[in-house]
């Protein structure tokens, strides 16, 4: 059966877990450029650059200030990268099928390129999309911790006051805006990504 991805058939249950404990590991060791980013954009603060964010942070808050949020960034990136890797398998295996009705039996065995790409942007996309809409909700309490860490002590009183105070609605906040810039920039490095070691092979 004619394929479109360049790499390793796993599990179900691999797909999932390596793509969690691989976001996971990545989250923890750029949370202190994700402090300073969400930090440095916030019309809150008036930092004239990174370097005096950063700098703000480590006086008033110290060490731990770089990782405010880690709890919600952990519990948002675990399910949503392994569900990503776990859906983005699944949706190129069923849009390969569904194109494969359309080629020629004398080239079903080798997918071409350009095929071959758009299947694999159109399942990163798809995956994007859905995975952002899900965890939307950590997110959001993620960046409320980061941007006010005197007010939002934890993920869970944090929660609790986004709901009680501004509603459920609270918890979808930048979902659009999420969700276009992640499905979009999956969808490239994935296609990029996939091309690349396809071309690799082929030397």
Known sequence: MASSTA?????????LLSGAVARTWAGF???PLTVIKVRFE???YSYPSLFNAAMDIQQREGFRGFFSGLGATAIRDAPY???YVLFYEK???HLGSLAETDLDSDIKTVMGTPLASSI???SAIL???VCSAVSNPFDAVKTRIQLQPQRYRNMWQAWYKMITEDGFRSLWCGLSLRMGRKALSSALAWTLYEELIRRSGSF
Do not use: Y
């Open 7 to 15: 790499l390793p058939k796993l599990s179900n249950t691999t797909n």
């Open 29 to 31: 060791v750029l949370m």
């Open 42 to 44: 916030s019309n809150l």
């Open 81 to 83: 990268a392994g569900l």
């Open 91 to 93: 949706l190129k295996s």
């Open 120 to 122: 694999n942007f159109s």
């Open 127 to 129: 995956a994007g999309a």
